[in-house]
C-alpha cells in the first residue's frame, strides 16, 4: 500500500506504475481517492469549524444563563425572557450542528472506508530496474550458477524415483485427504526433514534468528501482508473463526510486529523460521494427481529481515544470494530469474526467483522466490522505528524461500540420480541421515 500523500502529490506517477503494471482497469482509482480524499479533508475542516463554534458559543450560552438567573432574582421578568429565548434560540442552532456534525462524520467514515479499500488495490511503486513485462514469460534471466548437466541415462518423472524409493504414496494420501496431498515414506521422509534441518543450521550460520511461529493468523494480520488477489487464490480460512492457514511462514513472522516500534538499534530483525504452508492454489495451473511439485501442503525455511528503508536493496541481494549458495552446496545447478512488473504482486518493489535445472526436463523451475515489499507491509500493519532524532518511520519489509520441500526434493533427486537407480547423498546432508551416503531402490 503506497502512502496517500504520495498518491495525491503524484497521481501520474501512480498512474505510470499502474501502466507498467498492465492494470488499466484500475487508473480510474486513482482520481477517485484523490476526489474521495479532497471530500474527507473538505468535511473535516468544516467539522472542525464547527466544533470550534460550538466550543465558543458554548462559553457565550454559559454567560447568557447567567445573566438569566441573574434577571430572574431581581424579578426583571422582561430580560429574563428576552434572555431565555436568546437562550433557546442557541440551544437548537447547537442540535442543528450535532446533526450537521454527525452528518459529516457519515461522509467521512464511508470516504475514508472506500479510500482504504481502493488504496489497498493499487499497486506499490516498482524499483526503476524491473523490467517491463506483462507476465512470467517475460521475466528476464539474470545469471546461472553450477553447469547444468543432462546425463546420459533416461531420468524419470519424480513421482517415480520417489516411488521407486518406497518414499512416496499419493493414492493412499488421496483416499484420506484428496487430490494435492502425499505421504513421504522411509529414507525419503528422512531425506525431506534432513533438507529443512540442513537450511535451518545454513540460515542460523548466516546470523538469522530461528522461529518457528504460529501457523495461523488474523484476518488484519493476512490483509496487511498480502493483496486482497492472493487472499483469495491461496488461504485457507478456519469456519467459524477469525483465522486462516498461513500460506508460507513470512505472514506470521510479518504478522509479529503488527502496531509495533521497533528498537532501531535492533535493526536489522534478520529472522528465520520454518512452518507448514497451505495453499489452496486456485489457477489454471491446477493440482497434480502424481507427484509433489504443486500441492496444498509443504514445508518450508523462510527468510524475513525487517530494515531500514535504505537497507533493504541490500538486504535484498544477499537473501536470494543465501538460497543461491545453499542449492549449490547440494550440487544443484540454479539460475536467478528478474521478475518483471507484470509478474510482480501488487505489494512488491522488486523480486527475483531461484529456479532449479531439472535435467529430466532440460528446464530450470521454481523453488523459491526473494522479495522487496518496501514500505508496503508496515504501512498496512503499523510496523515503525524511532530514529534518533525522535522521528517515526515505517520499516521495510523483504523474504526470500531459503527451501520449499518437497518441490525442492524433484530437483535434488533428479541432480543425484544414478543411471543404476541410486541416489548419491551430498556431504553436507550426511550428518543429517544418520551418516548415509546413498539411497538405493527398495525391492
Not at 462559553?59 to 429574563?80: H, V
Not at 518423472?157 to 520417489?162: G, K, R, S, T
Not at 467459524?240 to 498461513?246: A, H, Q, S
Not at 497434480?288 to 533493504?312: A, L, N, T, W
Request: glycine content about 6%; some cysteine.
Amino acid at each position: 500500500m503506497i502512502d496517500i500523500n504520495f498518491l495525491r502529490e503524484n497521481p501520474e506517477i501512480v498512474k505510470e506504475n499502474i501502466k507498467k503494471k498492465f492494470q488499466d482497469e484500475k487508473l480510474p482509482l486513482v482520481d477517485e481517492v484523490i476526489e474521495l480524499d479532497e471530500k474527507t479533508r473538505s468535511a473535516q475542516k468544516e467539522s472542525d469549524q464547527i466544533r470550534a463554534a460550538k466550543n465558543k458559543a458554548a462559553k457565550a450560552n454559559g454567560a447568557i444563563m447567567g445573566q438569566m438567573k441573574k434577571a430572574q432574582k431581581q424579578g426583571n421578568d422582561a430580560l429574563a425572557a428576552e434572555l431565555k429565548a436568546k437562550f433557546d434560540a442557541a440551544i437548537a442552532a447547537s442540535k442543528q450542528d450535532d446533526a450537521r456534525l454527525a452528518e459529516l462524520d457519515e461522509i467521512k467514515r464511508k470516504a475514508d472506508e472506500r479510500i482504504r479499500t481502493i488504496m489497498l488495490t493499487i499497486p506499490n511503486i516498482i524499483d526503476p530496474s524491473v523490467p517491463i513485462g506483462r507476465d512470467d514469460s517475460e521475466n528476464v534471466e539474470i545469471q546461472k550458477y553450477g553447469e547444468p548437466v543432462v546425463p546420459d541415462f533416461e531420468i524419470p518423472y519424480h513421482a517415480d524415483i520417489l516411488e521407486a524409493l518406497n518414499g512416496l504414496d499419493n493414492a493412499s494420501a488421496g483416499r484420506v485427504a484428496g487430490k494435492g496431498f502425499y505421504y513421504l515414506m522411509g529414507d525419503v521422509a528422512r531425506l525431506h526433514s534432513a533438507v529443512l534441518a540442513y537450511a535451518r543450521d545454513f540460515m542460523i550460520g548466516k546470523g538469522f534468528n530461528y522461529h518457528i511461529p504460529p501457523f495461523m493468523i488474523r484476518s488484519e494480520v493476512v490483509t496487511g501482508v498480502m493483496s486482497f488477489a492472493e487472499m483469495e487464490a491461496m488461504m485457507y480460512k478456519i469456519e467459524g473463526e477469525d483465522l486462516y492457514l498461513i500460506g508460507t511462514s513470512e505472514h506470521s513472522m510479518i504478522g509479529k510486529y503488527i502496531n509495533q516500534i521497533v528498537d532501531s538499534d535492533s535493526l536489522p530483525l534478520t529472522l528465520t523460521s520454518y512452518s507448514p504452508c497451505f495453499r489452496k492454489e486456485i489457477g489454471a495451473h491446477g493440482i497434480e494427481e502424481r507427484g509433489v511439485y504443486r500441492v496444498h501442503q509443504f514445508e518450508k525455511q523462510e527468510m524475513v529481515v525487517i530494515c531500514r528503508p535504505e537497507d533493504s536493496m541490500k538486504w535484498y541481494d544477499k537473501m536470494w544470494a543465501y538460497t543461491v549458495e545453499m542449492f549449490r552446496s547440494l550440487d544443484i545447478p540454479v539460475r536467478t530469474l528478474e521478475c518483471c512488473s507484470g509478474d510482480l504482486a501488487d505489494l512488491k518493489v522488486k523480486s527475483c526467483d531461484v529456479e532449479a535445472w531439472s535435467p529430466r526436463q532440460k528446464k530450470y523451475f521454481e523453488v523459491g522466490s526473494c522479495s522487496n515489499l518496501g514500505d508496503a507491509q508496515a504501512r498496512r500493519l503499523k510496523i515503525r522505528f524511532k530514529e534518533k532524532d525522535g522521528k517515526i518511520t515505517l520499516a521495510h519489509t523483504l523474504n526470500n524461500t531459503v527451501v520449499a520441500s518437497p518441490r525442492m526434493l524433484i530437483a535434488f533427486f533428479e541432480n543425484n540420480l544414478r543411471a543404476d537407480g541410486s541416489v548419491a547423498i551430498p556431504e553436507v546432508l550426511r550428518p543429517y541421515m544418520g551418516g548415509q551416503t546413498e539411497l538405493r531402490i527398495q525391492k
